[in-house]
Every structure is written in structure tokens, then in C-alpha cells.
Nanobody
Framework: QVQLVESGGGLVQAGGSLRLSCAAS????????MGWFRQAPGKDREFVAT????????TYLDSVKGRFTLSRDNAQNTAYLQMNSLKPEATALYSC?????????????????WGPGTPVTVSS
């Protein structure tokens, strides 16, 4: 079973940036898609971004396109979510997840391993 650990969350002012990291255990990191989801207080979990197993393609939530960038370093078993021009509505617990296959989707059911999450707070 994969173990995922997120880091990099924190408090930032609106317009600021954060870089989240997701470190994975195991030797098969490069065989699976990775995704990021977020859950704000009192709201359902929401898809943020996904990246294919080889980093060749990414998909984003419409509201973060052009501001968030998802990348991965398969040699380091780590995925990164660069978040720029942050808005207060981005405040949430951000969790990374491992896909069940090489290509991720927007649906949480296509991920079978989840990290505990890292909190992001954007102040206005």
C-alpha cells in the first residue's frame, strides 16, 4: 500500500504563492497518475488537478487554470502543486492521491491511496 505525505501548506495572503509537495513511498510511483483534491470546511471534497504517470499531461479545475501547476519528479517519488495568485476561496485541506492507473480523472473513485492532507489558508 502506498503511503503519501503532503507538506508545504500554511497561511498566505491573497495574491501570494505556495508550493505543496506530496512524497510517496514505494517503487511504483512512476507507474501511476497522481491527483490533488481539496476540502474546505463544511464543503465536499473537490478535484484540483491530476497528472499522468509520466508527467506528460495535466488536467485542472477550471478555476485554477493558469494559476496552479502540477508537476512530478519520478526519480524523487514526489509530486508538486505550485499555487500562484491565491484567492481566499482556495482555503482548504489539500490532499494528494495516487491513481489506480496511469491516467487520472476528476473523480475521487479513481484514486486508491490518500495522504492526510496539508492545510492552506488564504487571508483576504
Amino acid at each position: 500500500q502506498v503511503q503519501l505525505v503532503e507538506s508545504g501548506g500554511g497561511l498566505v495572503q491573497a495574491g501570494g504563492s505556495l508550493r505543496l509537495s506530496c512524497a510517496a513511498s514505494g517503487r511504483t510511483f512512476s507507474s501511476y497518475a497522481m491527483g490533488w483534491f481539496r476540502q474546505a470546511p463544511g464543503k465536499d471534497r473537490e478535484f484540483v488537478a491530476t497528472i499522468t504517470y509520466n508527467g506528460g499531461s495535466t488536467t485542472y479545475l477550471d478555476s485554477v487554470k493558469g494559476r496552479f501547476t502540477l508537476s512530478r519528479d519520478n526519480a524523487q517519488n514526489t509530486a508538486y502543486l505550485q499555487m500562484n495568485s491565491l484567492k481566499p476561496e482556495a482555503t482548504a485541506l489539500y490532499s494528494c492521491a495516487r491513481g489506480v492507473g496511469r491516467y487520472g480523472t476528476r473523480w475521487s473513485s479513481s484514486y486508491d491511496g490518500w495522504g492526510p492532507g496539508t492545510p492552506v489558508t488564504v487571508s483576504s
